[in-house]
């Protein structure tokens, strides 16, 4: 959830969507996102909108949070009409959504499941920090619904933590693993960061060592990007940390998968792994193949039958919206065919089953083009899908480019 909102349109102050996006939906598979914007502490690589209690100031506060999000949940449904679309995957991010009561997690969780139904078999995930949960609270979650955690493991290693500023023991990370499992969560998610400044091939190998013996259904494993904004972009700046090396990157990225795809776990998506298709997180699915999600919460992003939308930034104002009885959406983008055709080019080449050359149309060049691209060693040799190989991986937004010419 980027802090910055992009430029667009003003959106209705009632959140009224155009007829032609009414009509798509229900057509496609529907998710809901949850956008919880509270940090204890703000890493300093983080550039999502997220607020520590000293940067909200007065006027806002985690205990009446849940109370705007339902009250979001039940504008949605009413924006969205009586359509029949069960609600397939529910995302918590953040921020840290575990920071509220699991019980006002559940409350969010079931207006949903209230106004829209849940799908059978529903995915329901939260993100949690290591600190933030413990067994009593994990328990409670899975009581509540939820049925997906994603811990925000980052790093094994004390000083890699240190300038990523995350204060989570990483100790802590297999004790409240093994709490959700005996909770009941069936589908457990490790998220890592590589490439921060002064870490090795070591300290990243100790953090695949430190992920694997937990045994995870999932792993995410992301490179550090140096964000404008952020307090690492400003020490990067000073000279007190130098950039992430993009040869290091690579290097890491080689690892991960190849750790990785030896302990069973197969590459979906370029930077997500899982056990099998039943562990693949079917709501981030939904994102990389354009279906249609509603964003609750400041700042999140929505999309519904070619129509995107975003709310206002800043908790308060958000806030503000619901209790005048107003849409917090703020501005929107109606996406013609094009548009929506380049950001399945974008999105559906990161994917493991790939990108139908249907989606690539009539372009001049492609079959030049795609013959280049398997002669590169970018894609593998298909008649009927663009797939990336590993090094087709580590240059994406490359291949991207070059097919959209």
């Known amino acids: 959830m980027p802090s910055a909102l992009p430029e667009g349109d003003l959106a209705p102050t009632d959140g009224a969507l155009p007829a032609a996006a009414l009509v798509e939906f229900g057509t496609r598979p529907f998710g809901v996102y949850v956008h919880v914007p509270f940090c204890r502490v703000r890493c300093g690589y983080c550039d999502f909108n997220t607020y520590t209690a000293e940067e909200l100031g007065g006027g806002v506060s985690r205990s009446s949070y849940a109370d705007q999000a339902v009250a979001e949940i039940r504008l949605a449904r009413t924006v969205l009409g009586q359509t029949d679309a069960p609600v397939e995957t529910v995302f918590l991010g953040g921020g840290t959504p575990?920071?509220?009561?699991?019980?006002?997690?559940?409350?969010?969780?079931?207006?949903?499941?209230?106004?829209?139904?849940?799908?059978?078999?529903?995915?329901?995930?939260?993100?949690?920090?290591?600190?933030?949960?413990?067994?009593?609270?994990?328990?409670?979650?899975?009581?509540?619904?939820?049925?997906?955690?994603?811990?925000?493991?980052?790093?094994?290693?004390?000083?890699?933590?240190?300038?990523?500023?995350?204060?989570?023991?990483?100790?802590?990370?297999?004790?409240?693993?093994?709490?959700?499992?005996?909770?009941?969560?069936?589908?457990?998610?490790?998220?890592?960061?590589?490439?921060t400044p002064g870490e090795s091939a070591a300290d990243w190998s100790t953090t695949l060592d430190a992920a694997l013996a937990c045994a995870p259904d999932h792993v995410s494993a992301y490179s550090l990007i140096?964000?404008?904004?952020?307090?690492?972009?400003?020490?990067?700046?000073?000279?007190?940390?130098?950039?992430?090396?993009?040869?290091?990157?690579?290097?890491?990225?080689?690892?991960?998968?190849?750790?990785?795809?030896?302990?069973?776990?197969?590459?979906?998506?370029?930077?997500?792994?899982?056990?099998?298709?039943?562990?693949?997180?079917?709501?981030?699915?939904?994102?990389?193949?354009?279906?249609?999600?509603?964003?609750?919460?400041?700042?999140?992003?929505?999309?519904?039958?070619?129509?995107?939308?975003?709310?206002?930034?800043?908790?308060?104002?958000?806030?503000?919206?619901?209790?005048?009885?107003?849409?917090?959406?703020?501005?929107?983008?109606?996406?013609?065919?094009?548009?929506?055709?380049?950001?399945?080019?974008?999105?559906?080449?990161?994917?493991?089953?790939?990108?139908?050359?249907?989606?690539?149309?009539t372009r001049t060049g492609t079959e030049t083009v795609l013959h280049e691209l398997v002669t590169d060693g970018l894609v593998e040799d298909r008649s009927d899908r663009v797939v990336l190989t590993r090094r087709g991986r580590l240059l994406a937004d490359g291949v991207v480019r070059r097919l959209l010419g």
């Open 98 to 195: 575990t920071l509220l009561a699991p019980e006002d997690l559940g409350r969010m969780l079931a207006a949903i499941d209230d106004e829209f139904g849940l799908a059978p078999g529903a995915e329901v995930t939260t993100e949690a920090n290591p600190d933030s949960v413990d067994a009593d609270s994990l328990a409670r979650l899975r009581d509540a619904g939820f049925t997906r955690i994603s811990f925000g493991m980052q790093s094994a290693v004390p000083h890699v933590l240190a300038v990523l500023d995350r204060t989570h023991d990483p100790e802590r990370v297999p004790v409240v693993f093994e709490a959700a499992r005996a909770a009941g969560f069936d589908q457990i998610s490790l998220d890592l960061i590589y490439g």
């Open 226 to 361: 140096v964000e404008d904004g952020t307090a690492l972009a400003r020490r990067v700046r000073r000279g007190e940390l130098p950039m992430p090396d993009d040869d290091d990157l690579a290097d890491k990225y080689v690892q991960a998968d190849e750790r990785l795809s030896a302990a069973g776990l197969g590459w979906y998506e370029v930077s997500n792994w899982a056990r099998d298709d039943a562990a693949r997180c079917r709501h981030n699915l939904a994102y990389w193949r354009g279906t249609d999600w509603w964003g609750i919460g400041p700042g999140a992003h929505s999309h519904v039958g070619g129509v995107r939308w975003w709310n206002v930034k800043h908790p308060t104002a958000y806030a503000a919206r619901l209790a005048d009885g107003l849409s917090p959406a703020h501005a929107r983008e109606v996406l013609d065919e094009e548009t929506r055709a380049v950001e399945r080019v974008l999105l559906e080449v990161r994917l493991r089953e790939g990108l139908s050359l249907d989606v690539l149309g």
